[in-house]
């Protein structure tokens, strides 16, 4: 009998390195910023470009959350069930964020009106236009996130239909090309008609979400025997040349072909085109991390992702992405360092430090123990497979959702 998802749950465990390098680029794109490295110098370009760590969180929720469906549509089980999977999302996201929310309010409040702070403790800020605020800027992709989370169960219900084998592949594949050009045309669009607020909403980002869903589509097929080998396998053996061109893109984004390094308006152009190379590099970056096929072994590079340090500092990297601005403003107040001031390796010592710290112990305090309660709850059980199952793998694994 087909074992229903969640049996022998695969970890990929390289994703959680992947989370920390995500959350350390944006926290150092948001040093860069404010201490003004990141708008003039021999490396602005660079750490103004850090904000591509968000593109990776995108790709690796786009995998790790598409995935379960994939595997469930190949293997004929049931899809994971929406009310479970929102409420495991809710628990994972809304209590740090009202945390961070609080801490902001409290720690570094300056004119905003509380109106503000509740539309970021809501995740609206970014339809209302106060995305802004002191010490939350960095949650507008927390809004676009989640915007991808309530989309996610109709989007499967509508791909996981048909055929279970190479041609719901090459369907799939299809659809994830047309949402890699989805994306650049929105932000080409909206900057054309001068609405900025726009460019923070989940169409222009579909892409991103796509590629990570597009990646999920070819490992399920290749774990349940849809797809033979084929030369992404031969890629796993080599994630130095896949990083290496993923390096080669990011440079060639740090430049004015993805647009300006401060605030102000793209064209439509670097608008369309800083989506792509954004696209472009998250995906390769996640790529040689999921290649792996059991019983193919991952290769050395991608292990040392896969270790435990890189495991232990990825679970708190939610909590390194989530606190970390309000922790740099404080940082710069202590040190009494205006913005654009200087002082980027002051600022971003103390504030890596603290983040990771303060991150340590929102997870054992909080983050875990809601976890834990939540997986406990009976009515968040899993499915038992349909018995339609028309792929039969004792050692084909599901996922759990991040």
Known sequence: MTPPPGAHLPRFRALDGLRLVGALAVLTTHVGFESGAALEGRFAGLLSRLDVGVA??????????????????????????????????????????????????????????????????????????????????QLWSLC????????????????????????????????????????PAWMAVVTVLGQSQARLWLPGFVGWFGLGMLLAVWHAARTTGVLPAGRLDRLAAYPGTVWGLAAALFVLASTPVAGPLD?????????????????????????????????????????ALSGRVGVGLGLISYGVFAYHVVILELVSRGLGLATFEGGFWQRWLLTAALAVSVAALSYVVVERPVMRRVRTMPSLGRRRPSPSATHSDAATPSHTPA
Do not use: N
């Open 144 to 183: 676009t996130e989640v915007a991808f989370y309530l989309a996610l169960p109709v989007v499967a219900a509508l791909a996981c239909r048909g055929p279970r084998d190479r041609r719901w592949v090459r369907r799939m594949s299809v659809a994830g090309g047309v949402l890699l050009l989805v994306g």
């Open 56 to 137: 990776l969180f995108f790709v690796v929720s786009g995998f790790l959350l598409f995935r379960p469906h994939a595997m469930a549509h190949l293997q004929g089980h049931h899809r994971p069930r929406p009310a479970a999977y929102l409420v495991r999302r809710a628990a994972r996201i809304l209590p740090v964020l009202w945390l961070v929310v609080a801490a902001a309010w409290l720690l570094v409040r300056e004119d905003a009106p509380v109106g503000d702070y509740l539309a970021h403790a809501f995740l609206v800020q970014i339809y209302v236009g106060t995305p802004q605020t002191v010490g939350l800027t």
């Open 263 to 303: 605030l102000a308006e793209p064209t439509p152009l670097q608008a369309a085109t800083k989506s792509l190379l954004y696209a472009v590099i998250g995906a390769l970056v996640v790529l040689p991390t999921v290649l792996a096929v059991p019983p193919a072994p991952e290769p050395t590079a991608v292990r």
